[in-house]
């Protein structure tokens, strides 16, 4: 009866090659002992593959401006390139944000500008 089901499959769609039965196979000390040679006895863990994530820009590097970017950020020092960038993005984002309210354009559209502004600067390489 054991082999009718499983050349049936339990909902009659499954078919396995196996006849016999269990105690065939391997029994006793034999399958202690096989078991105990197929399994390792230390296993070695290593530290874990996978890197933080980083805020790094995909294109940094790439864009017409970047070698101009890269070699301004090594001539004045980080710290200070971060500061004249974050203002020079927040008069860009001030005069976004005018001509917005000169055409009349709401908070959303305005939203769409600025990112489109960051993904441009993405490209051409201001943002290196």
């Known amino acids: 009866m054991a082999t009718s089901i499983c050349?049936?499959?339990?909902?009659?769609g499954l078919?396995?090659?196996?006849?016999?039965?269990?105690?065939?196979?391997?029994s006793g000390d034999d399958y202690h002992h096989a078991l105990m040679q197929s399994?390792?006895?230390f296993v070695t863990v290593g530290k874990p593959i996978c890197s933080p994530p980083s805020m790094k820009n995909v294109?940094?590097?790439k864009g017409l401006f970047a070698p101009a970017v890269v070699i301004t950020r090594?001539?004045?020092g980080k710290k200070r390139f971060n500061?004249?960038?974050g203002k020079a993005i927040a008069l860009h984002s001030q005069v976004i944000t005018e001509f917005c309210k000169s055409i009349?354009?709401?908070a959303?559209?305005?939203?769409?500008?600025?990112?489109?502004?960051?993904?441009n600067g993405e490209r051409l390489g201001f943002l290196a």
């Open 83 to 85: 500061q004249l960038r």
């Open 74 to 76: 090594n001539i004045i």
């Open 59 to 61: 294109n940094e590097g």
């Open 7 to 12: 050349a049936r499959g339990l909902q009659g």
């Open 108 to 119: 959303k559209q305005r939203q769409g500008l600025i990112r489109l502004a960051k993904k």
């Open 15 to 26: 078919v396995s090659s196996f006849h016999g039965s269990w105690e065939s196979s391997i």
């Open 104 to 106: 009349g354009a709401d």
């Open 39 to 41: 399994v390792p006895r």
